[in-house]
């Protein structure tokens, strides 16, 4: 953020600069959203499934015929299956699938000519992808022992003097009360603090060092999750509008912006449907408040800051931020984080190994775009963590960029994953953002879907000069 807006990006450890790895120059949902309006992939031939030699007499939908067993082999064999689960590409094509890397449909169909291969045959779970997506690089400093350790080598003792304080956690938005208590620090280390701040003349995230009151929290109690996420789902459920006006207020095109917009617009008539999309909200809003410092507003900031012991007025400028609360407040938003995050891919899951076909496109589609402006904003968490870790003489400049780029790396790497199996669950067969839009579509998804995917489809086609042209080139380019 700009400092005149008065919403620092983080600091200390603490959080997102300069571009993620050298996969993400160009913005991920720009890229997924263009991906999906332009490309067609070749429908794959399903394989005819032997059929057995006696005719099922059973009316139930599913399962053997009655009175029928499995033999022990085959017993076995489903057993391990159920246990390790069917790869993606069976699930998806309602394919028998078997046990062994790869399976026997997947062996074959490599060996096709022409064979799509950029997903495999894959049996990973996607809340598996939780870790990958919220790495140790930027949960590590909010561990239990870790902030413990941190606590006693830099904080002599609390005094006991308390100070309530309406904490801002996005900025523009309504903050929440929470109680601090002043230390006498040990070391000078927690009166400093790094924030990020963007150059409106360069666009560039700046670094810049600023003085911290010492106040921070003295009761861990884990009933205090349930204050954080009544607070979180306040946000979501009251100023999700004001979001997303703040979440690109940077970002030089207004693209993102527009697309988060409608998304915020768009309102399911399904119960499951309106669930998810809620989930996204909470993790978008989840992920930014962990992206970003946690401020004193400053129109108040003298009122509170006064009533430290030892309180001098020079120091503390606009948008200060006690770095040992901030650090304290990550704590309880990081198992949100972690929770929305486990809750948003298991769902989607369920989704896309669903047989429910074509009707839950749009709720698919919102969740992998959501995701991917969720990513961007880790990715830039990232970059902030370890120039930090270098600005504090932790690791050198070469370590901080390598480790960055590796885990930046990383991320891009499941996110295509993610994007391929939304590609070969949808594309091959219905895409309403490259076939149009006909009196079919609308009886599948109903007025308010068309009317999103109507707006998505004009909004790309509007700043189609303006996206980077590595969304035309076929997918298995980038």
């Known amino acids: 953020m700009s400092e005149s807006s008065g919403s620092p990006l983080p600091t200390e450890k603490e959080e997102p600069a300069s571009p993620h790895s050298s996969s993400s120059e160009f913005k991920t949902s720009t890229v997924f959203v263009n991906q999906f309006q332009t490309e067609a992939i070749p429908a794959v031939k399903q394989e005819a499934t032997p059929k057995g030699p006696a005719r099922r007499t059973s009316k139930r939908p599913g399962g053997r015929a009655r009175g029928t067993h499995l033999t022990q082999d085959k017993a076995e064999k489903v057993k391990e299956l159920r246990d390790i689960g069917s790869c993606w590409l069976c699930a998806i ?23 799509d291969l950029i997903l495999g045959c894959d049996r990973t779970k996607l809340p598996d992808l939780k870790d990958y997506f919220i790495p140790d690089v930027i949960t590590s400093m ?29 900025y523009g938005l309504p903050g929440l009360d929470h109680d601090v208590v002043e230390f006498e620090p040990k070391t000078n280390e927690l009166l400093r603090q790094f924030q990020y701040i963007i150059d409106p003349a360069t666009g560039r995230q700046d670094r810049v060092e600023k003085a911290s009151p010492p106040l921070g929290i003295t009761k861990f109690d884990n009933e205090d999750t349930k204050i954080w996420e009544k607070y979180l789902n306040d946000l979501v459920e009251h100023h999700l509008d004001g979001f997303a006006e703040i979440c690109f207020e940077d970002e030089p095109n207004d693209f993102q912006f527009r697309l988060l917009k409608l998304m915020c617009n768009l309102k399911p008539e399904d119960k499951n449907e309106k669930l998810l999309l809620r989930e996204m909200f909470r993790l978008l809003m989840v992920t930014y408040i962990m992206g970003h410092t946690v401020t004193i507003p400053d129109a108040s900031r003298e009122q509170y800051l006064s009533k430290l012991k030892n309180f001098r007025s020079a120091p503390y400028g606009r948008d200060c931020s006690p770095r040992m609360a901030n650090r304290q407040f990550k704590y309880f938003f990081l198992t949100l984080h972690k929770e929305i995050m486990n809750s948003v891919l298991r769902k989607l899951q369920f989704l896309i190994r669903s047989s429910k076909g074509c009707t839950k496109w749009t709720s698919a589609f919102c969740t992998i775009l959501g995701l991917a402006m969720v990513l961007e904003d880790q990715q830039r968490t990232i970059h902030l963590v370890t120039d930090t870790d270098f600005a504090q003489g932790k690791i050198t400049a070469e370590r901080a960029a390598r480790q960055a780029e590796d885990t930046c790396r990383v991320i891009d790497d499941q996110f295509l994953f993610l994007a391929s199996l939304f590609r070969w669950k949808y594309n091959r067969q219905f895409n309403p953002l490259r076939d149009g839009v006909d009196k079919k579509n609308e009886k599948i998804f109903g007025p308010r879907a068309m009317l999103f995917i109507n707006e998505v489809d004009n909004l790309v086609r509007e700043k189609c000069e303006c996206l980077p042209c590595v969304i035309r080139l076929p997918w298995n380019v980038y």
């Open 142 to 170: 909010h561990d239990t022992n870790t902030l413990k350790n941190f606590v006693n080598r830099h904080i002599r003792r609390f005094t006991g003097n308390t100070i309530r304080i309406k904490f801002t956690f996005i």
């Open 93 to 115: 094509q309602r394919d028998e699938c078997t046990p062994g890397s790869p399976c026997d449909r997947c062996y074959k169909r490599a060996l096709r000519p022409q064979a």
